[in-house]
C-alpha cells in the first residue's frame, strides 16, 4: 500500500519539478540585473538535477545518477567562472 | 524492515519537494538580489541532497555515485552562492531595506 503511495508521491513531486523550471525559465527572462539572472539559471541547473534524481527514482535506473553527476560538475564551473567574468571582467 | 525504507524515501520526498517549492517562492517575492540568494541556497543542499538520499534508500544500487553527488552539492552548493553575493557586492548592486553595512565600513579602513 505504502509502495503506491510514494509512487504517486514520485509522479507529483516531477510534475511539480517541471513546473517550477518553467517559473525559473521566466525569471530568468524578466529579471531585474546581471546577478539576478545568473541566479535563475543556476536555479535552473539545480532543478534540472533535481528532475533527473527523480526519474532515476521512478525507473530505478544508475544511468541518470551519472548524468546528473557531470551536470552538477558543469554547473558549478560554469556559475562560477560567470561570476568571476561579471565581477573582475576577466574569467580566469 | 522494507516498510521502514520505504517510509524514509516518502518522508525524504516529501520534505525535499516541499524545500524545492519554498526555495521558488522565494526567488520570486523577495526584494534582494543578497535575499534572493539566500532563499535558492537551500534547494540545492536539502531539496536535491533529500530527494538523493531517498533514491540511495529505497534503490541500493547507486549507493556510490549518490554518496558521491551528495558531497559534491554539499561543496559547491555554498561555494556558488558565496561567489554569487561577492559578484554582486564588487558591480555596486544595492541593498534595500539595509540598516547597516559593515563590509563597506571594512573595506574603506
Known amino acids: 500500500m505504502i509502495e503506491t503511495v510514494l509512487i504517486y508521491t514520485l509522479n507529483l513531486s516531477l510534475a511539480i519539478h517541471i513546473a517550477l523550471i518553467a517559473v525559473c525559465v521566466w525569471r530568468v527572462g524578466r529579471g531585474e540585473n546581471l546577478i539576478d539572472r545568473l541566479i535563475g539559471l543556476d536555479m535552473t541547473a539545480t532543478l534540472i538535477l533535481a528532475v533527473l534524481v527523480l526519474v532515476s527514482f521512478i525507473s530505478q535506473d544508475v544511468i541518470y545518477i551519472d548524468i546528473a553527476l557531470a551536470l552538477a560538475a558543469l554547473g558549478f564551473i560554469g556559475t562560477i567562472a560567470l561570476a568571476r567574468y561579471i565581477a573582475d571582467q576577466e574569467m580566469f | 524492515m522494507e516498510y521502514i525504507l520505504q ?4 518522508i525524504a520526498v516529501i520534505v525535499g519537494t516541499m524545500f524545492s517549492i519554498l526555495g521558488v517562492v522565494g526567488l520570486i517575492r523577495l526584494p534582494d538580489v543578497y535575499t534572493r540568494l539566500h532563499a535558492t541556497g537551500k534547494v540545492g543542499l536539502f531539496g536535491v541532497v533529500l530527494l538523493l538520499i531517498g533514491d540511495v534508500v529505497f534503490t541500493p544500487l547507486g549507493l556510490s555515485k549518490g554518496l558521491a553527488l551528495i558531497v559534491l ?12 553575493a561577492s559578484a554582486a557586492y564588487r558591480s555596486g548592486i544595492p541593498m534595500k531595506q539595509a540598516i547597516r553595512d559593515d563590509l563597506k565600513e571594512k573595506i574603506e579602513s
Request: net charge neutral; charged share 0%.
Open chain 2, 7 to 10: 517510509f524514509v524515501a516518502l
Open chain 2, 73 to 84: 552539492l554539499m561543496i559547491g552548493g555554498p561555494a556558488t552562492s558565496h561567489a554569487l
